[in-house]
């Protein structure tokens, strides 16, 4: 009775472990089949639906807006900055001659959806800051505007030399979730001082659509290396080419690209999960001891 009472006990347990790891796997298989969101420790807002009709954004950085940043845009797009650990967005769209329609969404909701008309431009106090939108030329197709923090402007001290180069390496070029893009970004300054850059990112996708764009400014002294994250990247699988650029000095640049893929995570990959290596130790563990307990009560009947 009391051999029959340990074998239902082990068999109890090795069941336990074989259904805890049933459902671990089958858990882990749908996980792969969606597409991988970003996900972030900043405040969330409830975005409204117009963002999904966007073809195209412009990531700014608080630095570009201090010096304000100037597009044309030739479609629906929309710029995005952070302020106050929260994701501001300004949309430009309904395009017409001398006219445009704008959108800003902040704090979860729409605050301001109305035409704005060559020449004219809206301030939006958000916190402590003030950006400025303005719209200098618009017609069906096209719209020229400039998106800056009111009341900033480039110091008249600044040096801009004329020497210049970049170099881009991505960390990975095959990846499995868009948050999981970096690149080391190298900067080369042959000049004799410090040079202010603006730094253009784009993300390009094999129909040669330019899919996501990200400024920054930065002052080079001479060599300097820094790791850039795609933290808002939100794209589908498929090829992808990173091409980052910089304009320096007189209306100069140089620009440098890396191609990467975005693929589903492939089933191999589970062998790399570390409750997957656990519970097959569990398993092996219960199985030596059902096998040498069944051997044991063998060896008693006779």
């Known amino acids: 009775m009391k051999n029959t009472g340990k074998f239902e006990i082990s068999e109890t347990i090795i069941k336990t472990i074989i259904i805890i790891l049933i459902i671990f796997l089958v858990k882990q298989s749908i996980a792969q089949e969606i597409t991988p969101k970003i996900i972030t420790t900043q405040p969330q807002e409830a975005v409204p639906g117009i963002l999904n009709t966007i073809e195209r ?50 704090n979860g909701r729409t605050v301001f959806n109305q035409p704005l008309k060559i020449n004219n431009y809206v301030i939006f106090k958000i916190e402590e800051q003030n950006l400025q939108f303005s719209l200098y030329s618009a017609n069906e197709t096209h719209a020229k505007v400039e998106l800056k923090l009111f009341e900033q402007e480039i110091p008249k001290n600044v040096t801009y030399l004329e020497l210049f180069d970049i170099k881009v390496k991505l960390t990975k070029s095959t990846i499995y979730s868009p948050m999981d893009l970096s690149a ?8 004799e001082g410090p040079s202010r850059i603006r730094i253009v990112h784009s993300i390009i996708d ?85 096998f040498k307990k069944r051997k044991t009560d063998n060896t008693n009947l006779y």
């Open 206 to 290: 094999s129909n040669q659509k330019e899919v996501f764009t990200s400024i920054d400014e930065k002052i080079v002294e001479t060599n300097e290396a820094i790791l850039k994250n795609f933290n808002t990247l939100d794209i589908p699988y498929g090829e992808y080419t990173l091409r980052t650029t910089i304009y320096y000095g007189e209306n100069q640049e140089a620009n440098s690209e890396e191609i990467f893929t975005l693929k589903k995570v492939p089933k191999t990959q589970l062998m790399k999960e570390p409750l997957f290596f656990i519970g097959i130790i569990l398993i092996s563990f219960a199985l030596v001891i059902f």
């Open 57 to 106: 954004f412009y990531e700014i950085s608080k630095k570009s807006l201090e010096i304000g940043y100037n597009v044309t845009l030739n479609t629906d797009a929309a710029f995005q900055t952070t302020i106050g650990q929260r994701d501001r967005y300004i949309v430009a769209s309904n395009f017409s001659k001398n006219k445009i329609n704008l959108i800003f969404l902040g």
């Open 184 to 191: 080391i970004i190298e900067f080369i300054n042959f000049g």
